[in-house]
């Protein structure tokens, strides 16, 4: 079975300070994980993927996260918070032979001036 | 592509009432889901389709809620009778076959009084 725990439900961060949003994973098979963000009254869209190729994944609007197999971890990193960044993030896993997403309860990131 | 289409975005009904939720998926794709969300219990996927045919219904809470899906372009989700418990904000979800990501709608804010 998969499942996702995300440290910290709310975080929060200056304009211009480092983004670190934290995910663990738990999987009996090679995993694939995603990092999706959900602004107000919208649906999820999807930030960044991995699927076995490097570890290191570059997602769009500077994010990007890192697949550590032995700290079971895919945290979500940006060098430089923008106020545009304010929203709801979630981890996901599915395992390689099904198409399910197991998402995680979600991070409310707030970005102050 | 305009994306997943997702009608009401908004529905207020009583308790008792019938409730119909539609999706179109994105053109082409052969897998569609259906998600719930609320703050209690986060994002809950209740049921997915490939290629029409429903694959995983374990997430449906109970008899009341059905989900059908007549043809590659349209999916409903129907609630029977609603409940105020049923309260929540509802997302369709498609993807294409081993693309790994799901493209997901706008939502429906379901309230029931």
Known sequence: AQSVTQLGSHVSVSEGALVLLRCNYSSSVPPYLFWYVQYPNQGLQLLLKYTSAATLVKGINGFEAEFKKSETSFHLTKPSAHMSDAAEYFCAVSARNTDKLIFGTGTRLQVFP | ?113
Request: charge should be negative.
């Open chain 2, 1 to 113: 592509d305009a994306g997943v289409i997702q009608s009401p975005r908004h529905e207020v009904t009583e308790m008792g009432q019938e409730v119909t939720l539609r999706c179109k998926p994105i053109s082409g794709h052969d897998y569609l889901f259906w998600y719930r969300q609320t703050m209690m219990r986060g994002l809950e996927l209740l049921i997915y389709f490939n290629n029409n045919v429903p694959i995983d219904d374990s997430g449906m809470p109970e008899d009341r809620f059905s989900a059908k899906m007549p043809n590659a372009s349209f999916s409903t989700l129907k609630i029977q009778p609603s409940e105020p418990r049923d309260s929540a904000v509802y997302f369709c979800a498609s993807s294409g076959l081993a693309e790994y990501t799901q493209y997901f709608g706008p939502g429906t804010r379901l309230t029931v009084l």
